[in-house]
Nanobody, 125 residues
């Protein structure tokens, strides 16, 4: 089990930037694949990005590819989600989550064992 705490959310103008952070503590074996999800009111929770703690391989949803970048520090205590050029449709609560047995190039919410509390991101036009 790991504990995850997101920070860095807030309001931004379209075309600006935001960087979300996820502090990771606990059993790192439970965070083989670290993911970012978002959920807007009335919509399903959507996986937007993920990074493998081993190898730092990343993948992104088509809707954010080329604009958002996920990284992890060397100590594996922080995961970052850099949001460049956010759009109003990116407005959502963003969550970090840990998948202990992630494989492939997709992250699934039902396979994540631990979740952060979420941080609100609001993008105005």
């Amino acid at each position: 089990q790991v504990q995850l705490v997101e920070s860095g959310g807030g309001s931004a103008q379209a075309g600006g930037s935001l960087r979300l952070s996820c502090a990771v503590s606990g059993d790192t074996q439970s965070s083989r694949l670290m993911g970012w999800f978002r959920q807007a009111p009335g919509k399903e929770r959507e996986g937007v990005a993920a990074i493998y703690s081993r190898g730092r391989d990343t993948f992104y949803a088509d809707s954010v590819a080329g604009r958002f970048t996920t990284t992890q520090d060397g100590a594996k205590t922080k995961v970052y989600h850099q949001m460049n050029g956010p759009k109003p449709e990116d407005t959502a609560v963003y969550y970090c989550a840990a998948d202990p047995a992630g494989t492939g190039r997709h992250i699934y919410s039902q396979e994540c064992s631990d979740w952060g509390q979420g941080t609100q991101v609001t993008v105005s036009p």
